[in-house]
């Protein structure tokens, strides 16, 4: 099993930054990759960014948050950060935190609002 919990959403102004930090504790020895998905009201939840855990440390982005968003990891924290600049309001959303491990096993954390004014 791996816990995540997730931290550093809230409100900000369309065109202002937020980083969000996602903490895994437990099997993390097993973890193979880490990212971030979104749900907005209404809607169904989406990808936004991963990272694979790997010497190499692979991401991959949705095209909607490309450029604007990085994804980043502290291996040695076992923390996986979500950088976004120039925040939309079509970005507010519940970001959720995702762990896969070899198992392979999904683990979800509990979600943090973020959400952008206009």
């Known amino acids: 099993q791996v816990q995540l919990v997730e931290s550093g959403g809230g409100l900000v102004a369309a065109g202002d930054s937020l980083r969000l930090s996602c903490a895994a504790s437990g099997r993390t020895f097993s973890m193979s990759s880490m990212g971030w998905f979104r749900q907005a009201p209404g809607k169904e939840r989406e990808f936004v960014a991963t990272?694979?855990?790997?010497?190499?440390?692979?991401?991959r982005y949705a095209d909607s948050v490309k450029g604007r968003f990085t994804i980043s990891r502290d291996s040695a924290k076992n923390t996986v950060y979500l950088q976004m600049n120039n925040l939309r309001p079509e970005d507010t959303a519940v970001y959720y935190c995702?762990?896969?491990?070899?198992?392979?096993?999904?683990?979800w954390g509990q979600g943090t609002q973020v959400t952008v004014s206009s």
């Open positions: 990272i694979s855990w790997s010497a190499v440390g692979t991401s």
């Open positions: 995702k762990a896969t491990d070899s198992g392979p096993g999904n683990y």
